[in-house]
């Protein structure tokens, strides 16, 4: 059975993402030797943080409205809890480290690919339980993810990985 969250409990989870991806790509920072890998790694960190920012204002925002009443639906809450509970997610939010015992580069770089596709699906599911004024941040912070997606593969593809 999958689990229900509610706003706040999904934007503290966004937040924690996002300082996790931070924590992510500082440490691909490290461990490439590739000077292009590097700049994008932490041109990603870059952007993670700004995302940081805006989900821990968004936080902050909606808990200071108490009139605001977000539209979850059933379906959307067992989504989000599937995506957490049985995803990779899960995993970062535990605090996991995924590329422990396999320092690749390449594997970093696939692990790195499925956390921000799964990154873009939550994302968009948060769109339900957000205010109208705030869907057009989070649907940029979606095309950012779906680009990091893309510089990823692009890494990979160059290291002919």
């Not at 000077?35 to 920012?53: G, Q």
């Not at 936080?59 to 509970?85: A, C, R, W």
């Not at 995924?98 to 790195?112: F, N, P």
């Given at each position: 059975?999958?689990?229900?969250?509610?706003?706040?409990e999904?934007?503290?989870?966004?937040v924690?993402?996002?300082?996790?991806?931070?924590?992510?790509?500082?440490?691909?920072?490290?461990?490439?030797?590739?000077?292009?890998?590097?700049?994008?790694?932490?041109?990603?960190?870059?952007?993670?943080?700004?995302?940081?920012?805006?989900?821990?204002?968004?936080?902050?925002?909606?808990?200071?409205?108490v009139?605001?009443?977000?539209?979850?639906?059933?379906?959307?809450?067992?989504?989000?809890?599937?995506?957490?509970e049985?995803?990779?997610?899960?995993?970062?939010?535990?605090g996991?480290?995924?590329?422990?015992?396999?320092?690749r580069?390449?594997?970093?770089?696939?692990?790195?690919?499925?956390?921000?596709?799964?990154?873009?699906?939550?994302?968009?599911?948060?769109?339900?339980?957000?205010?109208?004024?705030?869907?057009?941040?989070?649907?940029?912070?979606?095309?950012?993810?779906?680009?990091h997606?893309a510089?990823?593969?692009?890494?990979?593809k160059e290291?002919?990985?």
């Amino acid at each position: 059975m999958a689990m229900r969250f509610s706003v706040d409990e999904v934007l503290e989870m966004a937040v924690e993402l996002e300082r996790r991806g931070i924590a992510f790509y500082e440490n691909l920072t490290k461990k490439t030797s590739d000077l292009k890998s590097r700049e994008i790694f932490i041109f990603l960190s870059e952007e993670e943080k700004k995302h940081l920012e805006y989900f821990q204002k968004m936080k902050d925002d909606l808990n200071k409205q108490v009139d605001f009443v977000p539209d979850t639906m059933d379906e959307t809450s067992h989504y989000l809890g599937s995506l957490i509970e049985n995803g990779v997610l899960g995993k970062v939010l535990q605090g996991l480290d995924l590329t422990q015992g396999d320092s690749r580069l390449e594997k970093a770089l696939e692990i790195g690919m499925e956390v921000e596709t799964e990154s873009v699906n939550f994302y968009e599911s948060l769109e339900i339980m957000i205010p109208e004024t705030k869907k057009e941040l989070l649907k940029e912070i979606v095309q950012e993810e779906k680009k990091h997606y893309a510089m990823l593969m692009g890494i990979k593809k160059e290291l002919g990985k």
